[in-house]
């Protein structure tokens, strides 16, 4: 009997005992809401086709599935229950309560306990038939409070299972979309990727919330799919070496990627990425049989060929010495963008670290400081633009957590926010508002998701999580995601023409909750809360994540800083940064530098890393 037959039954025996109950009891019919019958028998089906389609890899059916469930039948929980019963309990003992019974006081002490423990008075009540004889009309009362209580505490029990099922499916559901948001066509190239997916794959076939989804197939999707990714990882290494080592013909690899060509109809990927898996495999194929056809040119060709690309080379490496320093000496200190049009900039080493660049219309400096008291910088930095330097993307993350967990989180921060920003911000000529905002939040919780997921496999991981900062800049107009107590700054030039600088972002911190809340100066609250407890991470669930998202324009000279708290704390007068800000004797590097040493003269308690940028 498989599983989905032990729910039918199951439904069918709960549908059953409700009904006899229903009629058994005509006195007091009345619930407490109306009646689940038909939602837990339509919520159980969806469940159980929800998980067929998982077993089939039909996702997206799957996600239609549980969308369909009432979310009614999710929400509820035993308080709704126990408040209406604990007030049928107060009513019929505000009744008996001139009698001075004993049995009367001994109902009245049921009121507010659950509903198992309810039942459990009631069944002592029922016993003593002498006394309930005295009091008209009590037994039945209570009889029927009973049996309404049963009913009510058998259908809560069914409901608390939908609710299990239907987090255990949602869940599996979400780790199953960001493993497959992982093979596109660039990971699929890429070994150490592969070798990723297949371990994802492994865990989710092996975790114990979900082995009895998958038990019931013996070669299911997920177990064939961490297969194929773990055999496509081998080619992948085996091709870096085939055609240079003797253990491996070539023959071999194209009967290997011939078999692992065979094996995509099997994996139930979505079209579009079945067939760029399918042409991934037969261009590698296409490549090995042409490097077998080549094996048999003589020697003297392939001396030739190297001959002659050493030389081009030495003569473009010469070319390119000569004319880049002529042309430097011509340029001074001019545009240098191209140098660094679609490159990302990452800082995760635990040492100083600055770089000083002129993308196309933007002036920016970065850099990231242990400070005078760590040992380890867990601040993240990832900075990267669009070809033509039009959008500029700008991510900083803060890590928490033990050991180097910290570290972990704000690099997988970073490295998810460029990624995903290049493909969905920087590669994308026309966006609206409402589509770059989603876009962010989206990466927030995609980063969110990554941490968990990583949290929850590695014991040393557990709890780790970090702020972030993700800026997008769209020529004049910039777009933010904010999650943490690390800021972001932006100068302007006021009614008298003083330039001034403005906080953006508001702090996701009990020090920053009570600044909202009270309206007062953080000098002031300082002195009332705690600045160095944050009330929202990406990677924590203590609370639900509600990033912060929102725009802004921005002119020239308007300077755009984003930092993390090493500065803020340290250096607690807004008003300074922003003197150092608008200080046009300073270049832009001068300006990040002279802001770390402020941090530093006063302890420099935390690392200290900033970005500082304006369009020119």
Request: hydrophobic fraction near 35%; include cysteine.
């Amino acid at each position: 009997m498989n599983r989905s037959d032990k729910r039918a039954i199951l439904t069918i025996f709960v549908i059953f005992f409700l009904s006899i109950l229903t009629l058994s009891n005509a006195y007091c019919s009345y619930t407490p809401y109306e009646s689940y019958e038909e939602w837990i028998i339509s919520s159980n089906i969806k469940i159980t086709n929800a998980e067929n389609n998982i077993r089939d890899g039909r996702l997206n059916d799957a996600t239609e599935n549980l969308s369909d469930i009432p979310q009614r039948i999710l929400e509820v929980n035993e308080v709704w229950y126990k408040d209406y019963y604990t007030t049928q309990i107060k009513n019929i003992s505000n009744e008996y309560k001139d009698s001075n019974s004993s049995i009367v006081t001994e109902l009245d002490a049921a009121k507010y306990k659950n509903l198992g423990e309810m039942l459990a008075i009631l069944d002592t009540i029922l016993l003593r038939k002498d006394d309930m004889k005295q009091l008209s009309g009590f037994q039945e009362k209570v009889s029927a409070l009973h049996t309404n209580i049963s009913t009510s505490l058998l259908e809560y029990d069914i409901i608390c299972k939908i609710q299990e099922d239907y987090k255990k499916s949602s869940d599996l559901l979400n780790r199953l979309k960001i493993i497959e948001a992982k093979i596109t066509p660039e990971n699929i190239e890429n070994p150490e990727i592969a070798l990723t997916i297949e371990r994802d794959y492994t865990m989710i076939q092996e975790y114990p919330s979900y082995v009895s989804i998958f038990q019931e197939d013996g070669s299911s999707w997920v177990r064939k799919r961490a297969s194929f990714f773990s055999d496509f990882h081998d080619i992948l290494i085996t091709m870096e070496t085939v055609g240079s080592s003797k253990e491996i013909s070539f023959d071999e690899v194209i009967l290997e990627l011939q078999r692992l060509e065979q094996k995509v109809p099997d994996l139930k990927l979505e079209p579009n990425t079945e067939v760029f898996v399918q042409e991934s495999i037969k261009n590698k194929k296409a490549y090995v049989i042409e490097l077998k056809s080549d094996q048999g040119k003589s020697k003297f060709t392939y001396i030739l060929i190297l001959l002659i690309s050493s030389f081009v080379a030495i003569f473009a490496l010469v070319y390119i010495f000569l004319f880049t320093s002529k042309k430097k000496e011509n340029r001074g200190n001019s545009d240098v963008s191209q140098f660094l049009e679609g490159r990302t900039f990452l800082i995760f080493e635990s040492k100083r670290f600055g770089s000083q660049s002129h993308p196309r219309g933007v002036e920016i400096y970065a850099e990231s400081d242990v400070g005078l008291k760590r040992e380890l910088n867990e601040d993240s930095i990832g900075i990267t633009f669009s070809k033509d330097g039009s959008k500029g993307l700008f991510v900083l993350a803060d890590g928490m957590g033990g050991h180097n967990a910290g570290e972990v989180a704000s690099k997988i921060a970073v490295q998810t926010a460029v990624e995903c920003g290049k493909r969905d911000l920087l590669n994308y000529q026309e966006l609206s508002d409402i589509d770059i905002k989603d876009i962010l939040r989206n990466i927030v919780y995609n980063i969110h998701e990554e941490i968990l997921h990583l949290s929850k496999s590695s014991p040393s991981m557990c709890n780790m999580g970090t702020t972030l900062e993700i800026v997008f800049l769209n020529k004049n107009h910039v777009y933010y995601a904010h999650v943490g107590d690390s800021r972001i700054y932006m100068t302007y030039t006021d009614g008298n023409l003083d330039e001034m600088i403005s906080r953006i972002t508001t702090d996701h911190s009990e020090l920053g909750a009570y600044m909202e809340r009270c309206g007062v100066t953080e000098a002031e609250a300082r002195k009332k809360v705690p600045s160095n407890v944050i009330t929202q991470a990406v990677g924590i669930t203590s609370v639900p994540l509600n990033p912060e998202i929102g725009d802004f324009h921005i002119g020239k000279n308007n300077w755009i800083l984003i930092c993390s708290d090493g500065l803020s704390d340290m250096v607690q007068d807004d008003s300074y940064i922003g003197e150092v800000l608008v200080n046009k004797q300073l270049d832009v590097g001068t300006k990040v530098k002279e802001l770390i040493q402020a941090a530093k003269d006063v302890g420099g308690k935390d690392n200290i890393s900033l970005i500082l940028f304006r369009i020119r």
